[in-house]
């Protein structure tokens, strides 16, 4: 990739393995919009960005060189060589060839661990459409306003007042527990989050695990999303009946054993593979009759 800066603009171009619509539409993240062809805005970091790709040409505004550098480069993980890792995890495998070159552009996020942890506890049996509105709410209510209509993500310091019904009262329902049990556990640093990106993956789960109402699936998000914890592949219902019907001739396969088989074939890579197989899945209805 090549990077040009203008005036609060960011050019790139030769954007290779990037697609704007795979990396946001993959279920990795929940506050963005899209605003037109080929157009999103998204609101991460405290910040807003309007994001444009044309092919291989991508326009990010309102941006800085330095908030580029410093903020936008770690976010869209672009010093990592995506062309290589689908080399390695396609490789003598038909299945996963088809799933990198259906969605080639997704790339992994590093975002906000505690936005994300949050996001994810909202996300619980819920549908992408009711988690954005949930999260959105939450926002505007609790986190420091960017327009009328939307504000930013609120910190631990301004949820430490927040009582279960509050949270009911934005629609969390049976998640309003697990809310305040996260925030309580975070304010009494019970859990540490930052700590996490230095643990092994599987401590860094045992932590996170304490959560009331965090059980594998969401923690494998969380570390996977934005602890740096790429060996994760989270296991819901649709990864579990995609991964056995394009891996064990739909047979029924415990989540653990989902899990083992991931490690063994796709190792360090397959929170990477976990993305391509999902937007793979989701998008051309594979098993969708059996979720």
Not at 136 to 150: C, Q, V
Request: proline share 3%; with cysteine; aromatic share 14%.
């Amino acid at each position: 990739m090549k990077y040009a800066f203008y005036d609060n603009i960011v050019k790139i171009t030769e954007a290779d393995s990037f697609n704007i619509q795979e990396i946001l539409e993959c279920g990795q993240c929940f506050r963005f919009n899209k605003t037109g062809e080929n157009k999103y805005r998204i609101i991460a970091l405290n910040k807003v960005l309007d994001i444009e790709q044309n092919g291989e040409t991508i326009f990010l505004s309102p941006c800085t060189e330095e908030e580029f550098k410093e903020l936008w480069f770690n976010y869209f993980d672009l010093g990592t060589d995506y062309a290589e890792i689908k080399k390695i995890i396609s490789k003598d495998d038909p299945i996963m060839q088809k799933a990198v070159e259906y969605a080639g552009g997704i790339r992994l996020l590093n975002q906000e661990p505690f936005e994300t942890l949050i996001s994810f506890i909202i996300s619980q049996n819920n549908n992408i459409p009711r988690i954005k509105g949930i999260i959105s709410r939450l926002s505007k209510a609790y986190g420091n306003a960017y327009n009328d209509e939307d504000s930013f993500f609120p910190d631990l310091a301004a949820l430490i007042p927040v009582c279960n019904d509050d949270y009911m009262a934005i629609g969390t329902g049976f998640r309003a527990k697990y809310l305040c049990d996260c925030v309580e556990k975070l304010k009494n640093n019970e859990i540490d989050l930052h700590s996490l990106y230095n643990m092994p993956a599987e401590a860094a789960k045992k932590e996170l695990l304490k959560i009331k109402g965090v059980g594998p699936k969401v923690a494998d998000c969380v570390l996977l999303f934005s602890l740096g914890k790429r060996d994760m592949y989270p296991v819901d219902v649709w990864v579990k009946r995609v991964t056995e019907l394009l891996y064990f001739d739909g047979k029924d396969i415990p989540k653990e054993e989902i899990s083992r088989f991931a490690a063994e074939k796709w190792g360090k890579y397959a929170g990477f593979a976990q993305q391509y197989l999902f937007y793979y899945a989701r998008s051309e209805k594979i098993g969708v009759d059996r979720v």
